[in-house]
């Protein structure tokens, strides 16, 4: 499969553990996504990777939350101290750097529940 | 206001029909589009990408109004498998990928 890959699928966690996600990217994609999605909302935009560098971050994106690409490849995006109003589908996509290519393909995300 | 604006619907169409949803955005420098098709519970696939003043594939045509500041998608002679959420996305002025909240759309025989 060369598509984007995440892994867990599902975590269920409780509040105040941390949890760490994976997403490894199309292999030719030097753009990585991290977004969050809840019920009825489209993709939250949480931060991107140009390569290894951390180009962006929003303003969503509390301390708690930290992403890392550190080899340019696959990327692991963490939650501390998890809080209910963290549960929701975390997505990753990749993509190569926009241009008139600049199609994102998005991984079956991480379903994020905190009780 | 959000930088992608899409109605949610649902847009409840009978079989055969033909729907059309815009999508509005603000930043006129944005100059890549997209349409994806998001199931239930699954991740956003690619539909269509816009990039000009529109795009046509088989029974689905989305169109660039740069003027206006909106893309459209119409669906002609749609079918119970179009059934979905439709969310357009942008690239926007850092160019991260920036999406709309989704139009559902419910495809009724």
């Known amino acids: 499969d060369t598509g984007v890959s995440q892994n867990p699928r599902h975590k269920i966690t409780k509040r105040g553990q941390n949890v760490t996600f994976r997403c490894d990217p199309i292999s030719e994609h030097n753009r990585l996504y991290w977004y969050r999605q809840t019920l009825g909302q489209g993709p939250e935009f949480l931060t991107y990777?140009?390569?290894?560098?951390?180009?962006?971050k929003s303003r969503l994106l509390s301390d708690r939350f930290s992403a890392e690409r550190p080899k340019g490849s696959f990327s692991t995006l963490e939650i501390q101290r998890t809080e209910q109003g963290d549960s929701a589908m975390y997505l990753c996509a990749s993509s190569l750097t926009p241009g008139q290519t600049a199609e994102a393909f998005f991984g079956q995300g991480t379903r994020l529940t905190v009780v | 206001r959000k930088e992608v604006e899409q109605d949610p619907g649902p847009f409840n169409v009978p079989e055969g029909a033909t729907v059309a949803f815009n999508c509005t955005y603000s930043?006129?420098?944005?100059?890549?589009f997209f349409w994806y098709r998001q199931d239930c519970r699954k991740e956003p696939k690619l539909l269509m990408s816009v990039y000009s003043s529109g795009n046509e594939d088989g029974r689905f045509t989305a169109q660039l109004n740069r003027a206006s500041q909106y893309i459209s998608l119409l669906i002609r002679d749609s079918k119970l498998s179009d059934s979905a959420t439709y969310l357009c996305g942008k690239v926007g002025s850092n160019y991260q990928l920036i999406w709309g909240a989704g139009t559902k759309l419910i495809i009724k025989p």
């Open positions: 990777f140009q390569n290894e560098a951390q180009l962006e």
């Open positions: 930043n006129s420098a944005s100059q890549s």
